[in-house]
C-alpha cells in the first residue's frame, strides 16, 4: 500500500480479497500442515465468550497512515509496502537483489516491516493446493532472502493468514468455520517465517455489533498461530460498500475498533489510510476529525 501506485491500481488492491467465504474444500489429504481447532468451529457461535484474554500491558498503535503532515501523538512508525519485491514489471515472482535491497533501505528508518503482497492465491478454498503451495513458496522466498539481509528486521505479512472472513464468523457455521481454518492451517508456513501476523479487520457495514463479531473471531484466528498479532484497522469504510466507501468511519465506530483489538489481547494496531482518496483535500489529516479524536484520546489512554 504504497503513495507511488495510482489510485486505480490501490482500489483494486484493496478490493482483491474476497469479504465472504462461499467455496469451501477440505485440505486433508495434502501435506499442508494442520494446527489444532479452537473454539471457532462451534456452530452456536463465532468465538468462545469464556475464552481468557490478557490485555497486552504494551500494546502499540503503529503508524502506516500516509498523508504528508499529521499531527504527533506518539504512534510507532512501521513500514507497509507492496513495491520493492520485483525486478522491473515483473509481478509474477520476487527478485532477489530487489529484496535484499528493500530490507537494507527499511531497516535505516524501521524496525518493523510488512510485507504486502495480495496477488499471489492463498486461498485452498479457491485454488488448487499446488498453487498455493507455488505462491507460499515465493512468499517464504522473500522473507528469507529479506531476513538474511537484515536479521534485525522484523518481518509480518499483510492479511493471511487469517484469511479475512466476515461471513463465516458472523453466521457461525460449524462447515464454514472449518473449512475458514483449514485454509488458515494451509499457511502455516507463513505465520512460522515471519514474526508477526496482520489480520486485516477493515470494516464493510456499519453494524458495529457485527464488526466487533468479525474481528474477534479473525483475531482468535490469528492467535491460534502462536506469534505478536497487529490487526490492520482502515480509518474508512472498504471500497465495496456502495453507499458508504471511502467515507470515514465514525468516531464512536473508530473508538469501539481501536478498544476490541485492545480487549482481544493483541499486542498492538496498524493504523492505515492513504491521501490519495481525497485528491480534492489536503494531503494532511484533519485534527478536527472524529476518527482522528477518537485516535487521540485512545492513545493517551494507554
Same mark, same amino acid.
Given at each position: 500500500? @504504497?503513495?507511488? +501506485?495510482?489510485?486505480?491500481?490501490?482500489?483494486?488492491? $484493496?478490493?482483491?480479497?474476497?469479504?465472504?467465504?462461499? $467455496?469451501?474444500?477440505?485440505?486433508?489429504?495434502?501435506?499442508?500442515?494442520?494446527?489444532?481447532?479452537?473454539? $471457532?468451529?462451534?456452530?452456536?457461535?463465532?468465538?468462545?465468550?469464556?475464552?481468557?484474554?490478557?490485555?497486552?500491558?504494551?500494546?502499540?498503535?503503529?503508524?502506516? %497512515?500516509?498523508?504528508?503532515?499529521?499531527?504527533?501523538?506518539?504512534?510507532? =512508525?512501521? $513500514?507497509?509496502?507492496? /513495491?520493492?519485491?520485483?525486478?522491473? !514489471?515483473? +509481478?509474477? &515472482?520476487?527478485?532477489?537483489?530487489?529484496?535484499?535491497? %528493500?530490507?537494507?533501505?527499511?531497516?535505516? *528508518?524501521?524496525? *518493523?516491516?510488512?510485507?504486502?503482497?495480495?496477488?499471489?492465491?492463498?486461498?485452498?478454498? /479457491?485454488?488448487?493446493?499446488?498453487?498455493?503451495?507455488?505462491?507460499?513458496? &515465493?512468499?517464504? !522466498?522473500?522473507?528469507?532472502?529479506?531476513?538474511?539481509?537484515? =536479521?534485525?528486521?522484523?518481518?509480518?505479512?499483510?492479511?493471511? =493468514?487469517?484469511?479475512?472472513?466476515? #461471513?463465516?464468523?458472523?453466521?457461525?457455521?460449524?462447515?464454514?468455520?472449518?473449512?475458514?481454518?483449514?485454509?488458515?492451517?494451509? %499457511? *502455516?508456513?507463513?505465520?512460522?517465517?515471519?514474526?508477526?501476523?496482520?489480520?486485516?479487520?477493515?470494516?464493510?457495514?456499519?453494524?458495529?455489533?457485527? #464488526?466487533? *463479531?468479525?474481528?474477534?473471531? @479473525?483475531?482468535?484466528?490469528?492467535?491460534?498461530?502462536?506469534? =505478536?498479532?497487529?490487526?490492520?484497522? #482502515?480509518?474508512? +469504510?472498504?471500497?465495496? @460498500?456502495?453507499?458508504?466507501?471511502?467515507?470515514?468511519?465514525?468516531?464512536?465506530? #473508530? &473508538?469501539?475498533?481501536?478498544?476490541?483489538? /485492545?480487549?482481544?489481547g493483541a499486542e498492538g494496531v496498524v493504523l492505515w489510510d492513504w491521501f490519495g482518496f481525497d485528491r480534492s483535500k489536503p494531503n494532511a489529516i484533519d485534527p478536527r476529525s472524529d476518527w482522528w479524536q477518537a485516535t487521540v484520546k485512545f492513545k493517551q489512554s494507554l
Amino acid at each position: 500500500m @504504497n503513495t507511488r +501506485y495510482s489510485r486505480r491500481f490501490l482500489l483494486r488492491l $484493496l478490493t482483491s480479497a474476497s469479504v465472504v467465504s462461499a $467455496l469451501s474444500c477440505s485440505s486433508e489429504g495434502t501435506s499442508l500442515p494442520k494446527l489444532q481447532g479452537s473454539s $471457532l468451529a462451534k456452530p452456536e457461535n463465532a468465538s468462545d465468550p469464556k475464552r481468557r484474554v490478557t490485555r497486552s500491558s504494551k500494546f502499540a498503535v503503529y503508524d502506516s %497512515l500516509m498523508y504528508g503532515e499529521k499531527p504527533k501523538i506518539g504512534l510507532t =512508525p512501521i $513500514l507497509v509496502t507492496g /513495491r520493492g519485491y520485483w525486478k522491473g !514489471q515483473d +509481478y509474477s &515472482k520476487p527478485d532477489e537483489a530487489a529484496c535484499r535491497q %528493500l530490507a537494507r533501505e527499511a531497516a535505516e *528508518k524501521y524496525s *518493523k516491516v510488512v510485507v504486502n503482497i495480495e496477488h499471489w492465491q492463498l486461498d485452498v478454498r /479457491r485454488a488448487s493446493t499446488e498453487k498455493v503451495q507455488e505462491s507460499m513458496n &515465493k512468499i517464504l !522466498q522473500v522473507i528469507r532472502w529479506m531476513r538474511s539481509e537484515r =536479521p534485525q528486521l522484523q518481518l509480518g505479512f499483510y492479511g493471511s =493468514p487469517p484469511h479475512r472472513d466476515y #461471513w463465516g464468523p458472523i453466521r457461525g457455521n460449524a462447515g464454514v468455520l472449518r473449512d475458514w481454518q483449514r485454509a488458515n492451517d494451509a %499457511l *502455516k508456513p507463513i505465520a512460522d517465517a515471519i514474526d508477526f501476523l496482520c489480520p486485516s479487520l477493515y470494516a464493510f457495514y456499519d453494524d458495529v455489533p457485527g #464488526w466487533v *463479531k468479525y474481528a474477534s473471531a @479473525n483475531i482468535e484466528e490469528a492467535q491460534r498461530f502462536g506469534k =505478536p498479532v497487529y490487526p490492520f484497522l #482502515w480509518t474508512r +469504510y472498504h471500497v465495496s @460498500n456502495r453507499l458508504r466507501k471511502l467515507q470515514y468511519i465514525e468516531g464512536d465506530y #473508530w &473508538k469501539t475498533q481501536l478498544e476490541t483489538v /485492545r480487549d482481544s489481547g493483541a499486542e498492538g494496531v496498524v493504523l492505515w489510510d492513504w491521501f490519495g482518496f481525497d485528491r480534492s483535500k489536503p494531503n494532511a489529516i484533519d485534527p478536527r476529525s472524529d476518527w482522528w479524536q477518537a485516535t487521540v484520546k485512545f492513545k493517551q489512554s494507554l
